[in-house]
């Protein structure tokens, strides 16, 4: 089974801290993502990456960076938090073969709440 | 026009009920397609992907029409644990050939 792990189901963070957001998976996939996922909004994606040391920006990278320095761990991280940062979110991997076609696996979420 | 629309619902209906779902997109160019379930406080999970032929995978029917550009679900003698939000999922197949695009969800409930 495919697993990814997201390092906390909670956090609550300061206006103006910076967060590190933490995510390894265990397969070998080489694309991982980030997506916030706020009510009526569904899921959108920050920052993806195909590779070590490569990233691209999502939809919404703005306040954002990432962080993949080794195949398995994609870390997303809020330079300095706000109160609009608040929201649920979640890291994804996949890999792609004619049957799978980039089929998405996701970790368990972290709430994130900035005050 | 949203990449991925869906009706959000809430789709209230009683055990044992037939329901369907429809999901369009925009882009002609889509290459692959998926159904995905997140329950609530949950992480999405893949339910099935869609081919073109159509698939059933026991209760759940999926379909693809590609000419009108929409997927449906099709989800038979509902049970309560079906209760969940179902996801409509598009690989758009531009610019990053490894990215989908989520649709916001349909809500399901399924009563007593």
């Known amino acids: 089974d495919v697993k990814v792990t997201q390092s906390s189901r909670y956090l609550v963070k300061r206006t103006g801290e910076k967060v590190f957001l933490e995510c390894v998976q265990d397969m070998d996939h080489e694309n991982m993502f980030w997506y916030r996922q706020d009510p009526g909004l569904g899921l959108r994606l920050i920052y993806f990456s195909y590779d070590v040391k490569m990233k691209e920006k999502g939809d919404i990278p703005e306040g954002y960076s990432v962080s993949r320095e080794k195949k398995e761990r994609f870390s997303l991280i809020l330079e300095s938090a706000s109160t609009n940062q608040t929201s649920m979110y979640l890291c994804?991997?996949?890999?792609?073969?004619?049957?799978?076609?980039?089929?998405?696996?996701f970790g368990a979420g972290t709430r994130l709440s900035v005050l | 026009r949203k990449e991925v629309e869906q009706d959000p619902g809430p789709f209230n209906v009683p055990e044992g009920a037939t329901v369907a779902f429809n999901c369009t997109y925009s882009?002609?160019?889509?290459?692959?397609f998926f159904w995905y379930r997140q329950d609530c406080r949950k992480e999405p999970k893949l339910l099935m992907s869609v081919y073109s032929s159509g698939n059933e995978d026991g209760r759940f029917t999926a379909q693809l029409n590609r000419a009108s550009q929409y997927i449906s679900l099709l989800i038979r003698d509902s049970k309560l644990s079906d209760s969940a939000t179902y996801l409509c999922v598009v690989n758009p197949a531009t610019g990053g050939g490894n990215k989908l695009t989520f649709g916001t969800g349909t809500q399901l409930k399924v009563e007593l």
């Open positions: 882009n002609s160019a889509s290459q692959s």
């Open positions: 994804a991997s996949s890999f792609w073969t004619a049957l799978a076609k980039n089929i998405q696996y």
